[in-house]
């Protein structure tokens, strides 16, 4: 039992790591995407369109496959699973924030452009001092939705290989003849998940100071 | 009044939203001190104008002259930097407030005299704690917009518009937004402005208040000029057709 449950924290571990690395990049990610989404030159918002239409078109299983498998095959060389499983997250999860950011930037009225402009702010203040800071209460909600789904989306980086909670789950519990250990793995994703959704309300009741 | 200063000259101004002419060779000054109305139906092209002389929006042709600096001329911009520096002596008061929801009272105060105008913070607070107190609102610098009241969040929007110490302010409709028993607190704002010589361009629908307030009155209907003059000439005794109609509908203007 005990043996089983240190297995399992290790591949708790990893699953944090793919957890923590992929929200560490992916949320930056998602401002340019969501800039070039909104960019008035329509050459590049159809691309980012594109970008967004395939990524969110098509499973995200298949894209960790994709990534992992696609430079052996053009290159010859392969390489690490772990770091592939982390970009083709990254890229996922970005085009699903940047989605998120356009709707909190179009949340915002025009007159709180109009105010900034009249008062002498530049274009990259008004950004940073006025429109960020409301854009970010209004997408926190989503954003927690999101979040949430990483957690268990983190479970399908097993099939390039990375040994994350499930897929250790899956081989204990194979070993072991039982269902015990998959059992297990359902409480860890939920403590981790019950964790995420109280960091959330915290954020968001931080927030809440105005309208 | 031609012995002042010019601080706003429109000339022949045009302003076309793709094929439909909402601004018509429009043409008037104000000067230091002076207190313009700008009155006229809804849709008559009031707020536009206001919005062009704010650089909220692109001229189609004319010219725009700030404290004898041309804004544009003949329908082209000067330059970038020019344009900002022209912006700054400028502040506007928005119909609705457009207060910063993120800020408290005092910080839509302050930002923007610490972050474009590099005053330090000491100074943005003196600057914004004498003007709340003159707006009577010095209890609420630390509340939230949320937490005021429509004729609050404007006094606080007039009081973060004059911590810029713009040479002229522009106030478009800054009462219509509210409920009528809140109008009369803007209005007194507005008339000790008046009373301290601050140069002012009002649109708005209260005729008493723009006839006792202006020292020019310009009627606009479709776009241009109707009627231009003094308070007396236009709203006490307009000549044309046109403003006679309009003011009879406002039976406490004459």
């Given at each position: 039992m005990?043996?089983?449950?240190?297995?399992?924290l290790?591949?708790?571990?990893?699953?944090?790591?793919v957890?923590?690395?992929t929200?560490?990049?992916?949320?930056?990610l998602?401002?340019?995407?969501?800039?070039?989404r909104?960019?008035k030159?329509?050459?590049?918002?159809?691309?980012?369109n594109?970008f967004?239409?395939?990524?969110r078109g098509?499973?995200?299983?298949?894209?960790?496959?994709?990534v992992?498998?696609?430079p052996?095959?053009?290159?010859?060389?392969?390489?690490d699973?772990f770091?592939a499983?982390?970009v083709a997250l990254?890229?996922?999860y970005?085009?699903y924030?940047a989605?998120?950011?356009?709707?909190?930037?179009l949340a915002?009225?025009?007159g709180?452009?109009?105010?900034?402009?009249?008062?002498?702010?530049?274009?990259?203040q008004?950004?940073?001092?006025?429109v960020?800071?409301?854009v970010?209460?209004?997408?926190i909600p989503a954003?927690g939705?999101?979040?949430?789904?990483?957690?268990?989306?983190?479970?399908?980086?097993?099939v390039?290989?990375v040994?994350?909670l499930?897929?250790?789950a899956q081989?204990?519990?194979?070993?072991?003849f039982s269902?015990?250990?998959?059992?297990v793995a359902?409480?860890?994703?939920?403590?981790?998940?019950?964790?995420?959704?109280?960091?959330?309300?915290?954020?968001?009741k931080?927030?809440?100071?105005y309208? | 009044m031609?012995?002042?200063?010019?601080?706003?000259g429109?000339?022949?101004?045009?302003?076309?939203?793709?094929?439909?002419?909402?601004?018509?060779d429009?043409?008037?000054?104000?000067?230091?001190?002076?207190?313009?109305?700008?009155?006229g139906?809804?849709?008559?092209?009031?707020?536009t104008?206001?919005?062009?002389?704010?650089?909220?929006t692109?001229?189609?042709a004319?010219?725009?002259?700030?404290c004898?600096?041309n804004l544009?001329?003949?329908?082209?911009?000067a330059?970038k930097e020019?344009?900002?520096?022209i912006?700054?002596?400028?502040g506007?008061?928005?119909?609705?407030?457009?207060?910063?929801?993120?800020?408290?009272v005092?910080?839509n105060?302050?930002?923007?005299?610490?972050?474009?105008?590099?005053?330090?913070?000491?100074?943005?607070?003196q600057?914004a704690?004498?003007?709340?107190?003159?707006?009577?609102l010095?209890?609420k610098?630390?509340?939230?917009?949320c937490?005021?009241?429509?004729g609050?969040?404007q006094?606080?929007?007039?009081?973060?518009a004059l911590?810029?110490k713009p040479?002229?302010?522009?106030f478009?409709?800054?009462?219509?937004a509210?409920?009528?028993?809140l109008?009369?607190?803007?209005l007194?704002?507005?008339?000790s402005l008046?009373?301290?010589k601050?140069?002012?361009?009002?649109?708005?629908?209260?005729m008493a208040?723009?006839?006792d307030?202006s020292?020019?009155?310009i009627?606009?209907?479709?776009g241009?000029?109707?009627?231009?003059?003094?308070?007396?000439?236009?709203?006490r005794?307009p000549r044309m057709?046109?403003?006679?109609?309009?003011?009879?509908r406002?039976?406490?203007?004459?």
């Amino acid at each position: 039992m005990i043996q089983m449950l240190v297995i399992m924290l290790q591949g708790t571990v990893v699953s944090l790591e793919v957890f923590f690395l992929t929200l560490l990049f992916s949320l930056p990610l998602g401002l340019p995407v969501t800039a070039a989404r909104m960019s008035k030159n329509s050459v590049v918002s159809q691309i980012a369109n594109v970008f967004m239409l395939i990524i969110r078109g098509t499973p995200l299983m298949l894209q960790l496959i994709f990534v992992y498998f696609m430079p052996y095959h053009i290159f010859k060389v392969s390489w690490d699973r772990f770091v592939a499983a982390i970009v083709a997250l990254s890229v996922n999860y970005a085009a699903y924030f940047a989605e998120i950011y356009r709707g909190g930037i179009l949340a915002i009225p025009a007159g709180q452009y109009e105010a900034a402009k009249v008062l002498g702010y530049t274009r990259w203040q008004t950004f940073y001092r006025i429109v960020l800071p409301q854009v970010v209460r209004h997408i926190i909600p989503a954003t927690g939705n999101e979040v949430i789904t990483l957690v268990k989306d983190t479970a399908l980086v097993q099939v390039i290989g990375v040994a994350e909670l499930l897929h250790v789950a899956q081989t204990t519990s194979s070993r072991q003849f039982s269902t015990m250990p998959l059992f297990v793995a359902g409480v860890f994703y939920f403590v981790m998940n019950w964790a995420v959704s109280a960091a959330f309300q915290q954020f968001e009741k931080k927030l809440n100071y105005y309208r | 009044m031609n012995s002042s200063q010019e601080i706003i000259g429109v000339s022949h101004l045009e302003k076309k939203f793709d094929s439909l002419d909402v601004i018509h060779d429009i043409s008037f000054s104000v000067y230091e001190g002076e207190v313009l109305g700008i009155i006229g139906p809804s849709g008559s092209g009031k707020s536009t104008l206001l919005r062009c002389i704010m650089q909220l929006t692109d001229v189609t042709a004319g010219s725009i002259r700030i404290c004898g600096k041309n804004l544009v001329t003949d329908g082209v911009y000067a330059d970038k930097e020019l344009l900002r520096e022209i912006g700054l002596n400028l502040g506007l008061v928005f119909q609705n407030f457009n207060l910063f929801p993120h800020f408290s009272v005092l910080q839509n105060i302050t930002d923007a005299q610490i972050h474009v105008l590099d005053k330090t913070e000491e100074q943005a607070e003196q600057t914004a704690m004498t003007l709340l107190e003159k707006m009577g609102l010095t209890s609420k610098a630390h509340a939230y917009p949320c937490e005021l009241s429509g004729g609050q969040q404007q006094r606080v929007s007039i009081a973060r518009a004059l911590a810029m110490k713009p040479k002229v302010l522009l106030f478009d409709e800054p009462t219509s937004a509210l409920d009528p028993e809140l109008t009369g607190e803007i209005l007194s704002v507005i008339r000790s402005l008046a009373e301290e010589k601050m140069t002012m361009v009002v649109v708005t629908h209260e005729m008493a208040f723009a006839r006792d307030l202006s020292d020019q009155i310009i009627f606009m209907d479709d776009g241009i000029i109707v009627e231009q003059g003094s308070p007396d000439d236009v709203i006490r005794h307009p000549r044309m057709e046109r403003t006679k109609l309009f003011l009879s509908r406002f039976s406490g203007g004459r």
